[in-house]
């Protein structure tokens, strides 16, 4: 059973930086989907960078791409997102998602998971 556990969120002032910690155990690391979302208040979760373990294809939203890096480290099991040029936008609680992959495509689209943690809070002031 997969179970993501994610840390590191925090407060940060605009144009800071964070880095998100995603701990997934009960997964096979070389074929699964696995990626953050953020869901802000009144808002819709949205997927904001999911890799695709089993082919290496990641995707990342529109609004975060240049400005979020989402990398991996295999030894720990760890998945992580380093989140710079933060902006009041990317205030949000972040989830760690994973899933089987079932081919080489990401899915990104936050109703193709089952398996969720917890939640972190990422807030960025002006």
């Known amino acids: 059973q997969l179970q993501p556990v994610e840390s590191g969120g925090g407060s940060v002032q605009a144009g800071g930086s964070l880095r998100l910690s995603c701990a997934a155990s009960g997964y096979t690391y070389s074929r699964h989907c696995i990626g953050w979302f953020r869901q802000a208040p009144g808002k819709d979760r949205e997927g904001v960078a999911i890799?695709?373990?089993?082919?290496?294809?990641?995707y990342y939203s529109d609004s975060v791409k240049g400005r979020f890096t989402i990398s991996q480290d295999n030894a720990k099991n760890t998945l992580y997102l380093q989140m710079n040029s933060l902006k009041p936008e990317d205030t949000a609680t972040y989830y760690c998602a994973a899933r089987q992959a079932l081919g080489g495509g990401v899915y990104s689209s936050p109703n193709a998971y089952a398996s969720w943690g917890q939640g972190t809070q990422v807030t960025v002031s002006s």
């Open positions: 890799i695709n373990t089993r082919s290496g294809s990641v």
